[in-house]
């Protein structure tokens, strides 16, 4: 049994030292690091439904911050929805989080439709949550991955597809 638990403890520290690392670019503009904690928010959701960060600690987290107005929001949506939110949506240790800048509820809700997409967009009416993460003004494509600790792992900018295939890599390493 000792050596059961001890093959289990090298298995998860292997797994989690085989997370991507990578070093974020100063012109992505955010204002988070790598290995911080993330900050914490409360909001809703365009359904009305309240969504605390903190609630949802012990799962890995995708933060993905959009606007209808954004034209490279648009082409990454439809990829998240397919390729990570319907492959991951049952997963109990799995959540993903659209964070919309500035929009009311009726306009994004009228975005997701039009996408479509179908996981929880979040209202960001004044860009609170938007601007804890990221630099004022700077541009609102971006998505950041958090661990179960509620450590930030990984973030992006745009909609690069070698950085998406990365970050659906982490993803998935940080669920097994």
């Not at 059961?4 to 998860?12: R, S, W």
């Not at 797994?15 to 409360?42: L, N, S």
């Not at 082409?75 to 500035?102: C, S, V």
Request: include cysteine; charge should be neutral.
């Amino acid at each position: 049994m000792k050596y059961l638990v001890l093959a289990f403890i090298c298995l998860a520290i292997t797994a989690q030292a085989q997370v991507v690392k990578k070093e974020i670019p100063a012109d992505y503009g955010y204002i988070v690091k790598i290995g911080q904690q993330a900050p914490d928010f409360e909001s809703v959701t365009a359904e009305g439904k309240t969504v605390k960060l903190s609630d949802l600690k012990g799962k890995v987290i995708m933060l993905q911050f959009t606007a209808s107005w954004c034209s490279v929001c648009r082409k990454e949506m439809p990829h998240i929805e397919k390729e990570i939110w319907l492959k991951h949506k049952n997963n109990p240790d799995f959540a993903l989080l659209g964070i919309d800048l500035d929009e009311p509820a009726d306009k994004v809700k009228k975005f997701a439709k039009q996408i479509p997409v179908t996981y929880p967009l979040v209202l960001d009416p004044e860009g609170n949550i938007f601007y804890s993460y990221a630099e004022k003004g700077a541009g609102v494509t971006r998505n950041v991955i958090i661990d179960k600790s509620g450590k930030i792992v990984y973030m992006t900018r745009l909609f690069k597809q070698e950085e998406f295939d990365e970050m659906k890599v982490v993803i998935e390493q940080l669920l097994q």
